[in-house]
DNA sequence: TAGGTATTTAGGTAATTTCCTAAATTTGCA
DNA sequence: TGCAAATTTAGGAAATTACCTAAATACCTA
C-alpha cells in the first residue's frame, strides 16, 4: 500500500462520496439502475456519474484514481465498467493509521 | 472529526513524513536540539522546519493545517511553539476508517 | 460492416496547493 | 526601551488538481 497515493485518492469529496454510496448501492442508487446489480461487480461508470452529478469523463478518471490507490476494483463486462468497494485494502488503510501512522 | 479536512491535512508528503518524526523525536532529531524536550509539549517549528529542509514559514503554516484537523497539539511556550501528535485523534480516525468508511 | 451505448483519453480553463521571500508579530531580556 | 530569536502572516510564482467538452476506443447487435 502506498499510503500517500491512498490518501490522496481519499481528499476530494465526491470521491469520498462514491465509496460511501457503493457501501450500500440499494441506499444511493435508484433501485432500476441496479436491476443487474451483484456485490460481486458493484455499478457501472454512468450511474455513479449520474448520482454524483458530474460528468462521465471526470468521474471515469476519479474512478480509475480510486482503482490505482487499490481502493476500488474494477470489472469490465460487456461495454460496462463495474466498480466495487475493496474492502480488504479498506480495512488494511485503518489498520495501517491504527498501528503505524 | 471532519474527515475530508484530516484526509486533505495527511495528503502531502512532507506532512505525512512531520507526523512520523513526532512518533519518535529521538530517532529523527539531533539530540542537541531535543535538549529541553518533553513528551507533553513536543518540537518546535524551526527544528522541524530543519528536518524537513524546507522554509520555517512553509513548514509553519503545514504544522497549523494539521493542528486544524486536529492531528496535532501545539503549545506555545515562550517565544516557541511546540508541536506533538494527538494520538487520540489519529486512533479516532483509524477506528473511522474501519467502521464507517 | 454499420450504428449505438459505455467508457476512456485528450486537451483546456479555473481553482487549489506548494513552497518561497519579505514583512509583521510575539516574547524574552539587557 | 529596544534588540534578538522564533513564529506567523502576506503576497506571489509554479505545480497540481478539479472539472468540463470533444474525440477516440471498446464492444454489442442487426
Given at each position: ?30 433501485e ?27 468521474v471515469?478518471v476519479?474512478l ?18 463495474y ?5 480488504e ?8 493509521i491504527?498501528?503505524?501512522?
Amino acid at each position: 500500500m502506498i499510503l500517500l497515493e491512498v490518501l490522496k485518492s481519499l481528499s476530494n469529496q465526491t470521491r469520498l462520496n462514491i465509496l460511501e454510496w457503493l457501501k450500500e448501492p440499494f441506499a444511493h442508487f435508484p433501485e432500476d439502475e441496479l436491476a443487474d446489480y451483484s456485490p460481486e461487480f458493484g455499478v457501472c461508470v454512468s450511474d455513479i456519474a449520474k448520482k454524483a452529478g458530474m460528468s462521465v469523463p471526470t468521474v471515469s478518471v476519479y474512478l480509475k484514481t480510486m482503482m490505482s490507490a487499490n481502493i476500488l476494483i474494477a470489472t469490465r463486462k460487456d461495454q460496462w465498467t463495474y466498480y466495487k468497494r475493496n474492502e480488504e485494502a479498506i480495512q488494511e488503510l485503518a489498520q495501517y493509521i491504527k498501528v503505524s501512522l
